[in-house]
Nanobody, 123 residues
Framework: QVHLVESGGGLVQAGGSLRLSCAAS????????LGWFRQAPGKERQFVAA????????YYADSVKGRFTISRDNAKNTMYLQMNSLKPEDTAVYYC????????????????WGQGTQVTVSS
C-alpha cells in the first residue's frame, strides 16, 4: 500500500513555471508505475504524464508535450512534474497516481490517488 501527497500547486501567470511534487509512503515505492492526472472544473479527469518504475520511459499527453517533464527520485520516494510555459488551459487540480505493477496511461489509471493540488494559470 502507498499513500500519496501532492504539493507545489499555486497561482502563476501564463508563461510561468511550477514544479509539483508527489511524496509517497511505502517501502515498495520504487517498483510502482506513477503518473499525473488533472481535472478542470466541469471536465473529466485526464491523463497528463506517466513514468515507469525505472524512469526508463516517460509518457505525455499531447497537450503538455514539450512543456512538462515528469521525473522521480526513488531514494526520496518522490515524483515530480516540472511545468513550463504554462497556459490558462492548464488550470486544474493535479493528482498523482500509482500502481504497483503497471504504468498509468491515457485511458487507464492505477488504484492509488493523492488528494490533489490546485494549479491556476492567469492570463
Amino acid at each position: 500500500q502507498v499513500h500519496l501527497v501532492e504539493s507545489g500547486g499555486g497561482l502563476v501567470q501564463a508563461g510561468g513555471s511550477l514544479r509539483l511534487s508527489c511524496a509517497a509512503s511505502g517501502r515498495t515505492f520504487s517498483t510502482y508505475g506513477l503518473g499525473w492526472f488533472r481535472q478542470a472544473p466541469g471536465k473529466e479527469r485526464q491523463f497528463v504524464a506517466a513514468i515507469t518504475w525505472s524512469s526508463e520511459t516517460t509518457y505525455y499527453a499531447d497537450s503538455v508535450k514539450g512543456r512538462f517533464t515528469i521525473s522521480r527520485d526513488n531514494a526520496k520516494n518522490t515524483m515530480y512534474l516540472q511545468m513550463n510555459s504554462l497556459k490558462p488551459e492548464d488550470t486544474a487540480v493535479y493528482y498523482c497516481n500509482a500502481h504497483p505493477k503497471r504504468t498509468p496511461t491515457t485511458d487507464w489509471a492505477g488504484n492509488y490517488w493523492g488528494q490533489g493540488t490546485q494549479v491556476t494559470v492567469s492570463s
